[in-house]
């Protein structure tokens, strides 16, 4: 019998709840709305969007125009004087609502991220409850970190679609915490749905966000040059997050640009390969579509052959699917490794990359095979790749010094330590790396050279949640760092003028810890 889809998961009965709990965000024939002025209108210029789990459309993006959104950062201009003499029990009673409501709705942002975005439920589900757990824990401190800090005024977020709530929505809650009013671009490649009923539940609350679809070409003055905006927080790639940084260079305003690099795992005279593999498993969570994924592995020569068969005992096990089928109504939802990429275009981009790096003379050793049980007969399968690792990547292959951002492996082979920090190093800054080695003293030593905000020792490290800081190096991140205490001084200013840490053109300011 062929699978089916999950009736937990019907898009469709997804979302009727939606529209049960936040019918505003819809106009009289179904559209989706924009956030602005402090209520929902703005149908824009509608775009479908299509689902990476099958190809079907999911609705139509709401896009505007400049003028439109210019209304909104004005208004939300204007309402940040106001909430910014808000009383701080007051700001912490409202986002404390907002959160106590959010629970509520956390099974079914979950499911709709799934066909969002194309997560399994399980990642889905911990991307909502980490936002929310994350903010709890700035409602719970705020008092201590906040001091008499004041806001900025305006933050503006652009953030990328592959964590839009413990990234973006977590972002821009506390950012009104600390007396901020808050605006968001929804992701055009993903999430809509869901930041529309996470904002409409904020909104309702009396928080003073504003959330507004559109292209980044259209947008991209108001929401990052306009005199309006105080801050920009901005998450992805290092083109586009290249050309904001010049153009904020001369407008002297705070900011926060994490940007790709190449993350590296390095491994050297190691010999636990069983910890290895569960680490080589655990870092294709969402198909390696992160922002601190392990793309580059680069080994020690004499060590290859054990690293090659953990690698492939690791990745054979691993099962891509569509997240939202079962055998039986009654079944749990699958428990695969990683459903599609973003999208049909990304897909055909990682083949593209791939087809460059053979063409360049790097060498293939695992290429993997989507399996059709884990499918419906018949079902668009464009956004879909098994991962593929290769050996002997040349400087002239693209992907040597890319991050895919998708299930694409590579392996460099080294001799000397030497050798090893200079490939560890080939994205001029990381936001994360690992060194694997029996000798820790080594390891600690050696992690110093290595150009990454956070080096782990004998484990992967991540973006860390609550009181964990985070931040890259080199051309990774510019601007002020995140993360527990941090994130609050990103966004507030001192009656002082006390710095804020951060990777700046003229100087690095790094905490002491990291």
Sequence with gaps: MPKIISPQVEFAGLVAQVKQVAPEIFDQNGRYLNLLEGRWQETGKPQDFVSPI????????????????????????????QWGKTDLDERRRRVQDCLDQLRQQADLVGKLLMWEIGKTYKLGFTDIDRAIDGVQWYVDNIEDMLGDREPLGVVSNIASWNYPMSVLLHAVLVQVLCGNSAVAKTPTDGGFISLSLTFA?????????????????????????NDAIDCLSFVGGRYNGRNIADALASVHKRYMLEMEGVNTYGIWNFSDWTALEDQLKKGYDYGKQRCT??????????????????????????????????????????????GPVINQRQAEDLDRLYADALKTGATPIYEGQLDDSLFLPGQDRSAYRAPRALVNLPRQSELYFKEPFGPIDSIVLVDRVEELVGEMNISN????????????????????????FKVGINKLRSRGDREEVFGGLGESWKGAFVGGKLLVEAVTQASNGQLVLGNYEDALLLPEKI
Excluded at 61 to 71: G, K, V
Excluded at 435 to 452: G, M, N, V
């Design 293 to 338: 994924a392990y793309v580059r592995f680069v080994v020690q020569r004499s060590l290859f052959p054990r690293f090659l068969e953990t690698y492939w005992n690791a990745v054979r096990s691993l099962k891509v699917g569509n997240p939202t089928l079962v055998d039986n109504p009654d079944d749990k939802l699958p428990d695969l490794a990683f």
């Design 54 to 81: 099958d190809g079907s459309v999911l609705g139509a993006l709401p896009m505007l125009d400049r003028e439109t959104a210019l209304r909104a950062v004005n208004f939300a201009n204007a309402e940040a004087g």
């Design 429 to 452: 800054g990381a936001l994360v790396a690992a060194l694997a080695s029996d000798d820790q003293k080594w390891a600690q030593r050696t992690a110093k050279e290595i150009r990454a």
């Design 201 to 225: 539940i904020a909104r309702r609350c009396g928080l003073p966000v504003t959330l507004v679809s559109g292209s980044g070409g259209e947008l991209s003055d108001v929401l990052v040059k």
